[in-house]
């Protein structure tokens, strides 16, 4: 049971340049998140999705792109690399969004660098 | 909005000394809170919750009560060891949020032998 993976872990990108981080997770959870990290903001919400099919928008959307593509795995999707975009991304994932807290687990972590 | 804010760090302590790191909230209705844990190199994991007021959560030897006079969930333990040295994030979750968290800006903690 590896519970949240990402890969990769390290990328460099020139500005302008695409990519695509990957998300998956094996605890047959619902819901999926991507974060990024930054110094001294904490993590903020990029995009979520509640159950496979759906996805939000999270606090800070601009630039990127998500796809559920199935139950385990949500990608998150730079279609043109800014050095604004220069972070730790997480993906999380919980067992759903109903009722009362779902605790959220975290994966390790990408770092991304944009020249 | 909704909004947590964190005692600025870094913070450094000797072994077995007693620890605070304030967290005050700002929120609409009832939220619930949470304490998470960031070691170096991994994920965060959570480290304690209360989901409602008065409510004490617990785990490891940290605690943080829930004060909702006061808006605040300042994290404490008693006796801190070299490996409590982390990053640590207190954050919020609305009923409107749907699951969403919001974080405050994190921690650090280095704990000297």
């Known amino acids: 049971n590896a519970g949240v993976t990402q890969t990769p872990k390290f990328q460099v990108l020139k500005t302008g340049q695409s990519m695509t981080l990957q998300c998956a997770q094996d605890m047959n959870h619902n819901s999926m998140y991507w974060y990024r990290q930054d110094p001294g903001m904490g993590l903020r919400l990029i995009y979520y999705s509640a159950s496979e099919g759906t996805t939000d928008k999270g606090e800070v959307p601009n630039g990127y792109n998500v796809s559920r593509l199935n139950k385990r795995e949500f990608s998150l999707r730079l279609e043109s690399a800014a050095p604004s975009q220069t972070s730790v991304y997480f993906c999380?994932?919980?067992?759903?969004?109903?009722?009362?807290?779902?605790?959220?687990?975290f994966g390790p972590g990408t770092r991304l660098t944009v020249l | 909005g909704n909004s947590v804010t964190q005692m600025e760090g870094p913070v450094t302590l000797s072994e077995e000394a007693f620890l605070t790191i304030n967290c005050t909230y700002t929120a609409t209705g009832y939220p619930s809170l949470f304490w998470y844990v960031q070691y170096p190199g991994e994920g965060l994991q959570l480290l304690l919750k209360?989901?409602?007021?008065?409510d004490k959560g617990s785990n490891k030897g940290f605690e943080a009560t829930y004060r909702k006079e006061t808006t605040s969930f300042h994290l404490e333990k008693g006796s801190v060891q070299v490996s409590d040295s982390a990053v640590y994030f207190c954050?919020?979750?609305?009923?409107?949020?749907?699951?969403?968290?919001?974080f405050g800006q994190g921690t650090r903690l280095t704990i000297n032998p």
């Open positions: 209360a989901t409602k007021a008065d």
């Open positions: 954050a919020l979750r609305t009923i409107q949020g749907a699951q969403k968290l919001v």
């Open positions: 999380a994932s919980s067992p759903g969004t109903s009722g009362s807290y779902n605790e959220q687990f």
